[in-house]
Structure formats: structure tokens, C-alpha cells
């Protein structure tokens, strides 16, 4: 990843975290329109094109620039020595302005307003704890696939944010760029703009939970 060139690395995250969120966003409008009110059926659809979707964006992007997608991620790394704060700076910029990319193509779509304000309220200490074990978990996976199984990263993200759907109560968000992207559409998907804070908060506070633990859990000695 070191001898990627700062440009290309960019463009692979705000790239990939686009097409993250059309998937995310995109699934869901779909999954709603098809399932008939089953909301069950459509989370199920939801989740299952997500982590098909992380699957592919891993493993095309990640020798790229490492594949984060995700500020929690990004600072996560930038603490582990991987990358530099300046370069995770970048990182951030890119991923959310990918992720309000990829929110405004899923809605072009579907016919839709580009931009919108989502109205779906996720608040309350359940949906916070739900964001931090979301992520903690989230980190922990990343941590120990790349100290074990490096070449298992893509397999091992995607299954864990499929069964991450279903377990927290918040159908895990586990990272800020897409919180606020999402707080952008007023479908299935979304989350009122109010609530995004205390979700980034709960997020970051799990990877880093994550971060020391693994460091310990992981370590080469």
C-alpha cells in the first residue's frame, strides 16, 4: 500500500465508500419496494447485498489504499503507526464525500430526490451501545484478520457486517462516513441528522476500545 501513490489511494476510498453506500442505500429502496412490508425480508435483503458488496470493495481496493472505508477504521490505523494522521485527514475527506456520492446515485436511481433529509429516528442508550459493540467488534475482526489471516480480510468484514445487521440493535452503522451519508436519504436506510452524533461518538469509542484490546490480544510477542 506504501508505494500507491497518494491520488489513486484517494480515489479508492472516496470510489469505494460511493459504491458502499449505493449498495447500502440502493438495497434498501429495493429491498422496501419488493418485500411487501415485511420488514424482516427486507433487512434481511439489505444485509445480504451490503456484505456482497464489502466483499468485492475489500478485496479490488484494498491493496489500493488499504480499503477503510471508514474514518474509525482509518484513525484506528493511523494509531497503529500504518498510516500517517495527514494521509487519514485525506482519507476521512474522501470517504464521506464518497459516501454522500454513492447516497445521491442510489437515489438517482430510483427517481428520486438526490439529497434528502432522513426522518428515521435511532436514538436511546440501546442504539448507542448497539454502535459501540458494532464497531468494537467491526475493529477486532479487521485486527485479527490482518495479524492471522490477511488474506481473509474481505470474507471475514463482509460476514461479520452481515451477521452485524441482524445482532445490534442498531443494524450496525459502525462507521461515521456512512452515518452521515445516510442521515442524507429518507428511505429505508436512513437516520435522522440529529442522531448522528451520538452514534459517531459511540462508534469511535468502540474501535478504540478494540484498538487497545487487540494490541494486547495481538501482539507478535
Known sequence: MTTIDVPRRLAAEAIGTA???????????????????NIGLALLCNAV???????????????????????????????????????AGLYVVAQVLGGIAGVAAAHAMFDQSLLQVSTTARTGSGQWIAEFIAAFGLVMTILGTVRFRPDAVPTAVALYIV?????TASTSFANPAVTIARALTNTFAGIAPGDVVAFIIAQMAGAFAAYALGTWLFAKR
Do not use: C, E, Q
Open 19 to 37: 459504491l458502499l453506500l449505493a449498495a447500502v442505500v440502493g438495497s434498501g429502496i429495493m429491498a422496501d419496494k419488493l418485500s411487501g412490508g
Open 49 to 87: 447485498a451490503t456484505g456482497a458488496a464489502l466483499y468485492v470493495l475489500i478485496t479490488i481496493f484494498g491493496p489500493l489504499s488499504g480499503a477503510h472505508f471508514n474514518p474509525a477504521v482509518s484513525a484506528v490505523m493511523v494509531a497503529r503507526g500504518d498510516i500517517s494522521a495527514a494521509d
Open 163 to 167: 451477521s452485524a445487521y441482524w445482532f
